[in-house]
């Protein structure tokens, strides 16, 4: 049962430009949310993360939105660089998983130079 | 300020033996967990420990279980290896507290299972 789910498996985006990333979850009870970025041969490093009382959190060149009503959430970042190509999980708990943080499956990101 | 600590990095083992995976956390973090990541699935949770007590269990069977000593290390062991335990082990640490914090994920440990 797949409860965090990232449809797109790649994104390619010209540097630059605007690098859209989208997750969607169905447990209505997450209320905390995570980005992570993964290099090969590395473990996931934590980027942002958004609480259910937000509907928006910026770090730099990363804006994360939840939209809580749609059970969505997407990582935006600008511009892109070629340094931002990896693998992006998203990641949600809730309240009533104490600290089990469900994964999507992921997104490669491709930054062209 | 140092990291996730993971040993051994890599690691091949045949069916039917057992294996011990370590994990040091972050100084200060009390909550570590576990996650098992194969192609396509991405992370699958396996248990959290806390304060030397197992706190939240995932849906894997009896033969992967864990531990967490007094200085919050941790330990994961599986038995009785099968051909699809091959993957890439990964612990997290974070802290507890008022606000909800991240894990931070140390570099993993690659099973192979021959």
């Known amino acids: 049962d797949q409860q965090v789910k990232q449809n797109s498996p790649s994104l390619s985006v010209q540097e630059g430009r605007i690098s859209i990333l989208n997750c969607d979850y169905t447990?209505?009870?997450?209320?905390?949310f995570l980005w992570y970025k993964k290099y090969p041969a590395e473990g996931p490093t934590f980027l942002i993360s958004?609480?259910?009382?937000?509907d928006k959190n910026e770090d730099g060149r990363f804006t994360v939105f939840l939209n809580k009503s749609a059970k969505h959430l997407s990582l935006h970042i600008v511009p892109s660089q070629p340094g931002d190509s990896a693998v992006y999980f998203c990641?949600?708990?809730?309240?009533?998983?104490?600290?089990?943080?469900?994964f999507g499956t992921g997104t490669s990101l491709t930054v062209i130079p | 300020k140092a990291g996730v600590t993971q040993t051994p990095r890599y690691l091949i083992k045949t069916r039917g033996q057992q294996v011990t995976l370590s994990c040091s956390p972050i100084?200060?973090?009390?909550?570590v967990s576990w996650y098992q990541q194969t192609p396509g699935q991405g992370l699958q949770f396996l248990f959290e420990y806390f304060s030397e007590t197992q706190r939240n269990k995932g849906n894997f069977p009896g033969r992967f279980s864990g531990r967490q000593f007094s200085n919050s290390r941790s330990e994961m062991n599986v038995s009785t290896l099968e051909l699809g335990d091959s993957a890439l082990y990964l612990c997290?640490?974070?802290?507890?507290?008022?606000?909800?914090?991240?894990?931070?994920f140390g570099d993993g440990t690659r099973l192979s299972i021959l």
């Open positions: 997290a640490s974070s802290l507890e507290g008022q606000v909800r914090q991240p894990q931070h």
């Open positions: 100084s200060g973090h009390r909550s």
């Open positions: 990641a949600a708990s809730g309240t009533n998983t104490g600290n089990q943080f469900y």
């Open positions: 447990n209505s009870m997450f209320d905390y």
């Open positions: 958004i609480s259910s009382i937000k």
